[in-house]
Structures are given as structure tokens and as C-alpha cells.
Nanobody, 116 residues
């Protein structure tokens, strides 16, 4: 199993910044993807950004140029700048491993609220 612990959410004014972090523990040796999803009230969960072994990064179009994902060991960070009210959501850390099922793991989520 893999355990994910998130931190860094909170309330910020529009234009402000927050940094989320997520640390994986447990059976982490075959993790090849770490990332962040978000879910706003009444909406489906969507990919925000992920980073793969080798360094490839993927971003949702809505956050390109404002958010940066990076990884240090078993911790993944999401630096969020120029936040907008539409970024308000619960942000979930996600990881995928290749060794054995289950392959996908989720954190409990951290609330990000951006006031206008």
C-alpha cells in the first residue's frame, strides 16, 4: 500500500499564492506518476497537473503558466500562483505505481479557497 499525506491548503485572496505538498510512504519504490486533481462543488474531479518518472509534466490548460508541479523524492509539490476564484476546490494528491494492484492511490484532499 501507499499512503499519501497532503498539506498546504487554505484561504487566499485572488492573485495570491499557495503551495501544496504531498508525501508518499509505504510501498513507494515503483511509483511512476505523482500528481494533483481537484474537485469543485457540483463538478467532476479533474486533473490539475502530474509529473512522471523522467520529469515529464502535464498541466490542465486552465493552470498553465500559473501552477508548477515538482517532485523531490517521495514528495510532490504544487506551487500555485496568480490564484483565481475558479481555482477553489478540494485538491487531491494522486499516485500510480507499477508493481502490483492496487495501482492507484489518493490522498484525503485539502481545501483551497480563493476569495475575490
Amino acid at each position: 500500500q501507499v499512503q499519501l499525506v497532503e498539506s498546504g491548503g487554505g484561504l487566499v485572496q485572488a492573485g495570491g499564492s499557495l503551495r501544496l505538498s504531498c508525501t508518499a510512504s509505504g510501498s513507494t519504490f515503483s511509483i511512476n506518476v505523482m500528481g494533483w486533481y481537484r474537485q469543485a462543488p457540483g463538478k467532476q474531479r479533474e486533473l490539475v497537473a502530474d509529473i512522471r518518472t523522467g520529469g515529464q509534466r502535464n498541466y490542465a490548460d486552465s493552470v498553465k503558466g500559473r501552477f508548477t508541479i515538482y517532485r523531490a523524492g517521495n514528495t510532490v509539490y504544487l506551487q500555485m500562483n496568480s490564484l483565481k476564484p475558479e481555482d477553489t476546490a478540494v485538491y487531491y494528491c494522486y499516485t500510480h505505481r507499477t508493481s502490483r494492484a492496487p495501482y492507484d492511490f489518493w490522498g484525503r484532499g485539502t481545501q483551497v479557497t480563493v476569495s475575490s
